[in-house]
């Protein structure tokens, strides 16, 4: 019973010591990728006014959930904290880095609800079927 007790506690330990390893090599890819990014931003063309009035209606049709997203986006581009609740942005004073970073956030969350919807429709299928 006591050596069972052991093998559980090293198990434990060695269970707790690969979250650690690998919390620590997720954050370290995080922080390339966010590298990675902020050069791709930083070496990207200004946003045409067409392409900024597209976003603004994209951004404005978001879910709610997401607002807060775009808050820290738009915080984190002009250094200034704004409030998710009540989010009134000029695309036109933003720079070109925030207002990729504020697109391809749009693009990944319109497609997420996308893909939510189209696993709902499948899931519905398949109870009719039945």
Request: aromatic residues 4%; charged residues 30%.
């Amino acid at each position: 019973m006591v050596e069972v007790a052991r093998v559980r506690t090293q198990d434990e330990q060695t269970a707790e010591q690969l979250h650690k390893d690998v919390l620590s090599q997720l954050t370290g890819v995080e922080k390339k990728l966010n590298d990675l990014l902020a050069r791709f931003l930083s070496k990207s063309r200004p946003m045409k006014a067409e392409e900024r009035r597209e976003l603004y209606s994209r951004l404005k049709g978001l879910p709610a959930g997401s607002m807060s997203r775009v808050a820290e986006l738009v915080s984190s581009g002009n250094g200034d904290k704004i409030d998710s609740d009540d989010i009134s942005v000029d695309l036109e004073t933003l720079d070109s880095s925030t207002l990729w970073r504020l697109h391809f956030f749009e693009k990944l969350v319109t497609q997420h609800v996308q893909e939510q919807a189209v696993s709902t429709s499948q899931i519905a299928s398949s109870h009719q079927a039945k």
